[in-house]
């Protein structure tokens, strides 16, 4: 670094040389000074003052001020040029100075929720302990543990829970050598636009003797469309245990929910004694068409039926056309509830027909419920899609 002095006198080099080259003498030269200029502005300007005499190791004569001005002036302006990299050159190294020694690596792609990841955190150039944790959107923190690290990597391997879509944080302290952040993504699954999750729940039947168990899941779905009848739905239902793992998958495909209005459905899936902790619900896929003028039928005396385990066996009931159309068929779906009002299982079906107007006829769940105490079961909601004569294929 290089600093001006703007006052005081300069002590002179060389009283006497061993050459025959002439000196000032004893008496020093007149000092470099900062002379202000610009009137009643304020603004100074720099001014190098320069005696009469000067040493010829600059190359001049005595009194030839002229041209020791340019030879100072050419010295100064090479400083000031470059004063702004030896600055530069400071600030880096005082960066690198206080440079954690982390390195943190496996963040630079947004992640799905679900997700397995790991991150490999390096230390250098020594080893230190160090623990690791993730802060997500809406103040859910993971914890990873702590570990040795050292210049050889440590991996964090782990799951991203079920959190909302936004930016993540992840925190890495270490003993010796303080915190380092990092941040990263997470997004969820792509959903059809539109077609509301409004809730679910699910009951689960464990089997020690087969080493099996049923999951029977119930889902109420809305068409949030006000102008247009969602198509040919496809729904993707996954079974999550506790650290977020998919241990059972289900696909339901519904043919059609009309525009504004709410469709329970359901199934029951079979697999293996693993816990099972929520629901996750993505409607992968829907079109849109002109909305189907259809009048909703009366439905009336539901009953729950039990089988011989102790589990609900069918959902019966009673519709009645309501419409100047003949039911042709249709789509029936039901969610059943416990005595708080809670999902805990759901079934699909089918309306046969033909029905005509004023007429009745028993319809019936066609899917699996036995996972379902029969004595939980204390409501059942049922949805029904009719088709008309125009709508068939």
Not at 34 to 51: M, N, Q, S
Not at 112 to 132: A, E, K, M, N
Request: glycine share 12%; hydrophobic share 40%.
């Amino acid at each position: 670094m290089y600093s001006w002095l703007c006052s005081g006198r300069l002590a002179q080099l060389g009283e006497r040389l061993p050459y025959t080259q002439e000196v000032a003498g004893s008496r020093p030269a007149p000092p470099i000074a900062y002379k202000p200029e610009g009137g009643d502005d304020g603004v100074g300007r720099l001014h190098l003052a320069i005696g009469r005499k000067i040493s010829p190791l600059l190359g001049g004569e005595e009194g030839d001020s002229a041209r020791h001005a340019s030879v100072v002036g050419r010295w100064s302006r090479k400083l000031w040029l470059a004063l702004p990299l030896l600055v530069g050159l400071a600030v880096v190294s005082g960066a690198a100075a206080h440079t954690s020694g982390v390195t943190i690596r496996g963040l630079t792609k947004p992640v799905y929720t679900g997700q397995t990841i790991g991150l490999h955190v390096v230390v250098r150039p020594g080893s230190d302990h160090c623990s690791f944790s993730i802060t997500y959107p809406g103040g859910k923190v993971q914890k990873l543990g702590d570990r040795q690290v050292g210049p050889s990597g440590t991996t964090w391997s782990f799951r991203i829970p079920a959190v909302p879509a936004g930016v993540a944080r992840a925190t890495l302290v270490c003993a010796e050598l303080g915190r380092s952040t990092s941040t990263f993504r997470v997004k969820v699954a792509l959903q059809a636009p539109k077609i509301d999750i409004i809730r679910t729940g699910f009951t689960q039947r464990m089997n020690d003797r087969t080493g099996t168990s049923d999951v029977c899941f119930g889902l109420e779905l809305h068409n949030a469309r006000a102008r247009a009848d969602a198509t040919n739905l496809a729904v993707l239902v996954n079974l999550v245990d506790a650290e977020n793992r998919v241990v059972a998958s289900d696909h339901l495909r519904l043919t059609r929910i009309p525009a504004g209005t709410t469709m329970y459905t359901g199934d029951q899936v079979h697999f293996g004694l693993f816990p099972v902790a929520r629901v996750e619900v993505v409607a992968v896929e829907a079109r849109s068409e002109a909305i189907q003028p259809a009048t909703p039928p009366l439905i009336s005396d539901i009953l729950i039926t039990q089988d011989r385990s102790g589990g609900v066996a069918t959902v019966y009931g009673q519709l009645l056309n309501q419409s100047k159309l003949s039911i042709q068929g249709g789509e029936l779906g039901t969610v059943i509830l416990d005595g708080d009002g809670n999902i805990i299982g759901g079934a699909r079906g089918i309306v046969h027909g033909p029905v005509s107007l004023g007429a009745r006829e028993l319809f019936s769940t066609s899917g699996l419920l036995s996972a379902i105490p029969w004595a939980n079961a204390r409501e059942a909601l049922i949805s029904i899609v009719p088709r008309y004569p125009r709508q068939l294929n």
